[in-house]
């Protein structure tokens, strides 16, 4: 049996696991449904404007992804611009699908045992236009399960900022489905499916600090440690390429934002407001701090540090925008700019390659964020929610507590598992050492970001690209 045949055969047994209980559900089939009644049942409990609002939030979050494609593609090498955008492009369209297929009914169908949905939302089998009750009364259940998939979406692409540079597009592409399934998917039905353990345990989580944050930013911490550095680093200088792109990419994701936190509310009412006004407090205060203390510790204010401390303060107030006052997202949003500048300083004393700051901003900033809910949560804002530490509970910051160490050991193990099985299955996570010297653009997708003009072509394809220098390559050669 060829190499070629048995690398197409792990690709179609893959799909065929993956699809199994898709299909088996599906074929169990469910009572007929007069299309009548379900018109009169959703005339009956839907509100147009929360229609109209979740429509627009939802619009806004899928927009974070490309935003976060410029965010992390102007601050790689040249070489490596287009390869670190694809991988944003190809979670929304590789989520997308996994998401409609079973990964919304394995999130929010009813709870088995707290740990998992079940398969009856599978292939979107009895999600319509009528509401689902349990999670939002007043907007169709196909409105509420597509603004959960944006989410479910951007997730997985916060990951890859951490391996940057050197992960392989095959490797990629069987973690991000592994991941999603193993991880995503029941860390979400936890924390937000009803039934789920951590939610009737009493975690709160308004918009992802655990679900998103901290599952992301922990597994970019272990794939990091896993892969490796990037070679040269840290000996040899590795700038942004293009900040302007970063800023860009930055302000996308502020705008997004207001979708991710104000749409949480699942309503246009005045918990969107809360979460709106305290999402633009946090990250504006976060942007202040992290610039400050820069300034102070190297002399000069950056715009990447300006970047960054945005999406620290976006990240932090996130598990909390629907529980504290504006002046908590203030206090919130200055702990986030200070507690992730010197996080993102430590990875340099520590020794790893976290490239673009994913455990730094993501992690760090998604505990911390969960951990001040717990002191500054109040039921003025929101009366579903509870009092924290502040307000005079102080069992709710335990409980925040138990929540960030049970998601953080959960998603460190079983990102260490799926990463080995990745490697397993594709002979590897990291480029070779040609490939990397040379780009993921040319040796993993045969294109160039920036065409300069006459320059020859790449080894992978069609597109002009620039070759690395003689010496480099003979250098790499003679170490092989």
């Known amino acids: 049996m060829s190499e070629k045949f048995r690398s197409h055969f792990r690709w179609v047994a893959l799909a065929a696991i993956l699809l ?37 939030c939802t619009a806004l979050v899928l927009l974070m992804t490309p935003g976060l494609a410029l965010f992390y593609g102007g601050m790689v090498r040249r070489k490596n611009v287009l390869g670190t955008m694809m991988q944003s492009v190809m979670a929304m369209a590789v989520i ?41 009364a007043t907007i169709p259940h ?63 989580d308004f918009a992802g600090g655990l679900v998103v944050h901290i599952s992301a930013g922990v597994t970019a911490l272990v794939a990091a440690l896993m892969i490796g550095k990037r070679r040269g680093y840290p000996d040899e200088p590795m700038p942004p390429h293009s900040l302007p792109l970063t800023v860009l990419g930055a302000g996308l994701l502020w705008f997004g934002w207001f979708g991710f936190n104000a749409g949480s509310a699942l309503a246009a009412n005045g918990l969107a407001a809360y979460a709106f006004v305290n ?44 529980f504290v006052l504006p002046w908590a997202a203030i206090v919130i949003g200055i702990a986030a700019g200070g507690v992730c500048y ?49 307000y005079g509970n102080p069992i709710q910051l335990w409980i925040q507590l138990k929540s960030v160490l049970i998601s953080v050991v959960f998603c460190a193990i079983a990102s ?18 040609l490939d990397e010297l040379e780009g993921l653009d040319v040796a993993e997708h045969g294109e160039n970001g920036y065409n300069m003009g006459d320059i020859p072509l790449g080894h992978g394809g069609t597109a002009a690209v620039s070759h690395p220098s003689p010496a480099p390559v003979a250098a790499v050669k003679a170490e092989a």
């Open 279 to 322: 999402t633009n407090t946090a990250a504006a205060a976060a942007t202040l701090a992290w610039v400050l203390i820069e300034w102070m510790h190297h002399g000069k204010p950056t715009v990447l540090g300006a970047a960054s401390g945005a999406v620290a303060g976006l990240v932090a107030i996130t598990p909390a925008a629907g």
């Open 96 to 136: 997308s699908i996994q998401w409609v297929l079973i990964g919304y009914s394995l999130a929010f169908g009813p709870s088995i045992g707290g740990v998992i949905g079940s398969l009856k939302f599978a292939g979107l089998s009895g999600v319509g236009i009528a509401p689902n009750p349990d999670y939002a």
């Open 20 to 56: 199994v209980p898709v299909v088996a559900a599906m074929a169990q089939g469910s009572a007929p449904i007069k299309i009548e009644d379900v018109a009169v049942a959703a005339s009956n409990a839907q509100n147009a404007g929360d229609t109209a609002w979740m429509l627009v």
């Open 142 to 204: 196909l409105v509420f399960m597509a603004f959960q998939m944006m989410f479910a979406i951007i997730t997985p692409a916060l990951i890859f900022g951490s391996v940057a540079e050197r992960m392989k597009f095959k490797a990629f592409m069987i973690f991000l489905i592994l991941w999603a399934f193993m991880v995503y998917d029941p860390l979400a039905h936890w924390v937000w499916g009803v039934g789920g353990w951590l939610r009737t345990m009493g975690a709160l």
């Open 342 to 390: 010197g996080a993102v300083n430590l990875r340099y004393k520590l020794g790893y390659d976290d490239s673009l700051d994913a455990f730094g901003v993501h992690g760090v900033g998604g505990m911390l964020g969960a951990l001040l809910t717990g002191v500054f949560a109040t039921k003025l804002v929101n009366a579903a929610g509870a009092d924290g530490l502040f």
């Open 416 to 433: 260490f598992v799926l990463l080995k099985i990745t490697a397993a299955v594709t002979g590897g996570l990291r480029l070779g050492k």
